[in-house]
């Protein structure tokens, strides 16, 4: 017999492509061989990281790929500490969303340090890393590569008043970093070879502007294509 095949009281029933069912008492069965078996995916799933020598507190929710993630902070360097929401990723990912810039420029509950987006090879602060933040409450963009050596590279850009969207994009060990103004025209701001493994990280960061005092950042638009 061939087609669907479903249990029934002490039988098999099985359905043919013209809708008919044929029962197989169970007594009768001596062997089944199944040419296709139907496999259910598990989604990814996003999860929250302390990143950095020093433990971070914070949280998140997300819905329809708006998300709100709350962090603390510890020093000056993103690096030392830092919430990070992310998703495990392969050698070709790009990773996009907008970051508002808070109201205000100085002070109040919703000013960050540092929010972005982050490409990491591990959580300990240490390795291969690509970071493309806002910092300075969206006062300043800023653009961090750091190799497998521990070297590293920054450049800032401006960013708009009223925020910025920005782009990480992966391709093997090179990683590009670009940001928008309004989500349709893309400018690249560097690239870098970094030797990433096979399985690095990607996902959104926040770092609060005074040592565990957390701040909520709402990112806008989150979208991580594999």
């Known amino acids: 017999f061939t087609g669907k095949i ?13 809708a008919s069912v044929a029962r197989v008492p169970l007594a009768d069965v001596q062997s089944v061989v199944f040419d296709r078996v139907a496999t259910i995916t598990k989604p990814a799933e996003w999860s929250g990281h302390s990143v950095g020598p020093a433990a971070v507190a914070g949280s998140f929710t997300h819905t329809n790929g708006d998300f709100t993630v709350v962090g603390a902070g510890r020093t000056y360097q993103v690096e030392r500490g830092h919430f990070y929401v992310q998703q495990e990723v392969g050698e070709a990912a790009q990773l996009t969303t907008f970051v508002p ?9 919703d000013r960050f340090k540092a929010a972005g987006v982050a490409l990491l090879g591990r959580f300990d602060g240490t ?7 806002l910092s300075d409450g969206g006062r300043t963009g800023v653009t961090r590569w750091r190799t497998a050596e521990g070297k590293e590279r920054s450049k800032h850009f401006t960013p708009g008043a009223d925020g910025m969207w920005l782009r990480l994009e992966r391709c093997a ?12 025209r893309w400018e690249t701001l560097g690239n870098e070879i970094l ?32």
């Open 101 to 109: 810039r808070p109201p205000g420029t100085r002070g109040g509950p």
């Open 173 to 184: 060990n090179q990683v590009t970093a670009l940001a928008s103004a309004d989500g349709r």
């Open 6 to 18: 479903s249990l029934a009281p002490g039988a098999f029933a099985v359905t043919a492509a013209d």
């Open 195 to 226: 030797a990433l493994p096979e399985i690095a990280h990607a996902g959104l960061l926040v770092t609060g502007t005074i040592n565990d005092v957390s701040v909520a950042v709402k990112f806008g638009h989150v979208d991580l294509q594999t």
């Open 127 to 133: 390795g291969p890393a690509a970071y493309l933040v």
